[in-house]
């Protein structure tokens, strides 16, 4: 198992010389792992804010199903009761994170192409020759947060599943919580210049 301590990483912290990190990006070989033996897990969101500081004040959010409503309203300029039951995307408070950036750039790329599944699910469901997807390629800035899940946080059915089929060469791991993710486990953020969309099948470039 990649275990690593935080100051191998970051810079040193007195109150956390004890936080231990999975890494799947580092293991290259291990194939039996224990993420109970963890206190963190590295994971990394996708997506396309309008305002990065927000992030490091609130968080990563997770966002009610009205909360959402309203913001596809705003986004689409359509009114609520039309929003609503335009898409079959599940009606859950959560948020993702790849355990591999590769994949986020590489297969999961309409987080950074779109943004949020929810809000992608619409636009394809509102379908007018591709603007509303237009609309998503064109609102905020393609960002990449990399954090520091706390294991407590994340259900123990996914840390089971993991921990059970753990392959060290696979891309395809991600997990979520049903709960917004505090500020104080965002790492850092990035803006990737190449992401590729797995709807036109092509890289985009981040101008």
């Known amino acids: 198992m990649v275990l690593v301590k935080l100051d191998l990483f970051l810079k040193k912290s007195s109150h956390m010389l004890n936080k231990q990190i999975f890494i799947h990006e580092n293991n290259f070989s291990i194939n039996k792992i224990s993420l109970y033996d963890c206190t963190h897990i590295r994971g990394y969101h996708a997506c396309r804010p309008i305002d990065i500081s927000s992030y490091y004040t609130y968080g990563i959010c997770a966002f009610t199903e009205k909360e ?80 520091d899940i706390p294991i407590h946080l994340i259900n123990k059915y996914i840390l089971d599943d993991i921990n059970n089929n753990y392959d060290p060469k696979s891309l395809d791991y991600g997990i979520w919580i049903n709960q917004t993710l505090p500020p104080k486990y965002i790492i850092k953020h990035e803006h990737p210049k190449k992401m590729f969309d797995p709807f036109f099948r092509f890289t985009r470039i981040n101008e």
Not at 86 to 103: C, I, R
Not at 119 to 127: T, V
Request: net charge negative; hydrophobic share 30%; with cysteine.
């Open 68 to 147: 959402k409503q309203q913001k596809a309203s705003e986004i689409f300029g359509k009114p609520i009761e039309e929003i609503v039951g335009l898409t079959n995307y599940p009606e859950k408070e959560e948020v993702y994170f790849a355990l591999s950036k590769e994949d986020l750039l590489k297969e999961s790329g309409h987080y950074l192409c779109y943004g949020s599944e929810y809000f992608l699910s619409i636009a394809r469901s509102l379908n007018k020759n591709g603007y509303y997807e237009d609309l998503l390629l064109k609102r905020g800035t393609p960002t990449i947060f990399t954090c």
